[in-house]
């Protein structure tokens, strides 16, 4: 035996501890119960306000938006925030309010806590929808989203607060998930939602390209990305697009066309009175590409599971038999039938509700 062979090789490093916020149910619930048999971390430790069921975890109950969280961390190595209030039909300042005092006092008691890491989910939204943007985007695409009060207006606080919080705290790594159009069990946005309307919008001149990213690929990459094997800003969604033909194709649902001014025009008039829960840019996303590069997690072997198509097939089986949706606002499918017959306004699908406001106005 050569003397080489003797010397001792270097100790394994030690398995972080992680925890999760928002553990207790949606998101948080799924990553947790798959992190908790995973054999790459030490233990992991379950945050929300209430205990979940996932009795494998060590639960600490506690609002994210306490400042005393500092102090129920002290012991993590990375933490992964998706503790948040991101549905449609949500007051939209209350929303704000809540989502930003958490990333807050997250990122903030991660660094009075020595939290080596923390891993926040926001959308491939904030790069914007726009007719000429690049298909598909790089990672590195400069934030063009339109600051707004919906979910979107949201995102871009969070990674604001993300990037101030780099500065103030340079030992802190800060990695940033921005899923494609998320889809799978439990998901309710304005893009799931555009796939109950009667039909699907287009505007003249542009055709849509859809990406989707499947639930269960982005907590594929959050358990990269908690393992610290991404880093960075890091685009999830499945391989390519699809386009619109193909779209219609699976769905069954037909097109309607309009020029650009009078959709975002009468969107936005609808939403001011208060028809509508999303603002006018949100329309944006279902009309305009912003299709991702997952640049970031093909280099570290990532692949996602689902195809596009078989994203949009889910997300065709998971709809609501008795509902339909109009410009993100759902309604019985009857007044929704009648909403969508109505001229101009009703091809993006509201004259119904825009004659019961005022009706109700008069009143």
Same mark, same amino acid.
């Given at each position: 035996?050569q003397? #080489?062979d003797?010397?001792?090789?270097? %100790?394994?490093?030690? $398995?972080p501890v ?6 207790a149910?949606g ?7 798959r ?5 790459d ?8 306000? $209430?205990r979940?069921d ?6 600490r109950?506690i609002d994210v ?6 102090n129920r961390i002290?012991?993590?190595d990375v933490l992964? /925030? @998706?503790?948040?209030d ?7 300042? #209350?929303r704000?309010?809540?989502?930003l *005092? ?5 990122l903030?008691?991660? =660094? ?7 891993? @926040?989910?926001?959308s ?7 007719p ?6 790089? #990672? ?8 707004? &009060? ?9 990674e ?6 780099? !500065?103030?705290?340079p030992?802190?790594e800060?990695?940033v998930?921005r ?6 069990p ?5 893009i799931?939602?555009h796939?109950?309307?009667? *039909?699907l919008?287009?505007? +003249?001149g542009?055709?849509?390209h859809?990406?989707f ?12 990305a908690? *393992? ?5 800003v ?6 390519g697009?699809?386009? /619109?033909? +193909?779209?219609?194709? @699976?769905s069954?649902i037909r097109?309607?066309e309009l ?7 009468t969107?936005?008039r609808?939403?001011?009175?208060g028809v509508?829960?999303?603002? =006018? ?8 590409p912003?299709v ?8 570290a072997g990532w %692949?996602?599971?689902w195809?596009n198509?078989?994203? @949009?097939? $889910?997300?065709?089986?998971?709809r609501? #038999? ?7 606002r759902?309604?019985?499918v009857k007044e929704?039938?009648? &909403?969508?017959?109505g ?6 699908? &509201?004259?119904a509700i825009?004659?019961?406001?005022? +009706? %109700? !106005?008069? $009143?």
């Amino acid at each position: 035996m050569q003397s #080489e062979d003797l010397v001792p090789t270097s %100790k394994r490093p030690r $398995q972080p501890v992680v925890a999760v916020t928002g553990a207790a149910s949606g998101l948080g619930r799924e990553l947790l119960s798959r992190l908790v048999s995973s054999a790459d971390f030490r233990r992991v430790v379950a945050i929300d306000e $209430q205990r979940g069921d996932i009795q494998e975890a060590t639960w600490r109950e506690i609002d994210v938006r306490d400042p005393l969280l500092a102090n129920r961390i002290s012991d993590i190595d990375v933490l992964v /925030h @998706l503790a948040g209030d991101y549905a449609v039909d949500s007051d939209p300042a #209350e929303r704000r309010a809540y989502n930003l *005092r958490a990333a807050q006092t997250v990122l903030t008691a991660c =660094a009075a806590a020595r939290v080596r890491r923390v891993v @926040l989910v926001t959308s491939a939204m904030v790069y914007g929808a726009a007719p000429d943007n690049e298909v598909p985007l790089p #990672e590195d695409s400069p934030v063009a989203a339109e600051p707004d &009060t919906g979910v979107v207006g949201d995102f871009l606080e969070i990674e604001a607060v993300a990037r101030r919080s780099l !500065r103030s705290h340079p030992g802190l790594e800060v990695t940033v998930l921005r899923p494609a159009a998320v889809v799978g069990p439990g998901v309710d946005t304005v893009i799931t939602r555009h796939f109950e309307s009667p *039909r699907l919008l287009t505007v +003249k001149g542009c055709s849509p390209h859809w990406q989707f990213c499947h639930i269960d690929d982005l907590l594929s990459a959050l358990e990269l990305a908690a *393992r610290g094997d991404v880093s960075g800003v890091v685009a999830v969604g499945s391989d390519g697009w699809i386009g /619109h033909e +193909k779209v219609e194709e @699976l769905s069954g649902i037909r097109s309607l066309e309009l020029p650009a001014g009078l959709t975002f025009g009468t969107a936005q008039r609808l939403h001011r009175l208060g028809v509508t829960p999303a603002p =006018a840019t949100d329309l944006h996303y279902v009309v305009y590409p912003w299709v991702v590069d997952c640049t970031t997690l093909r280099e570290a072997g990532w %692949k996602p599971a689902w195809t596009n198509e078989a994203a @949009l097939e $889910q997300l065709l089986e998971l709809r609501g #038999e008795n509902r339909t949706t109009v410009v993100g606002r759902r309604l019985p499918v009857k007044e929704a039938t009648l &909403t969508a017959a109505g001229a101009t306004v009703a091809v993006i699908g &509201t004259a119904a509700i825009v004659r019961q406001v005022r +009706k %109700k !106005r008069r $009143q």
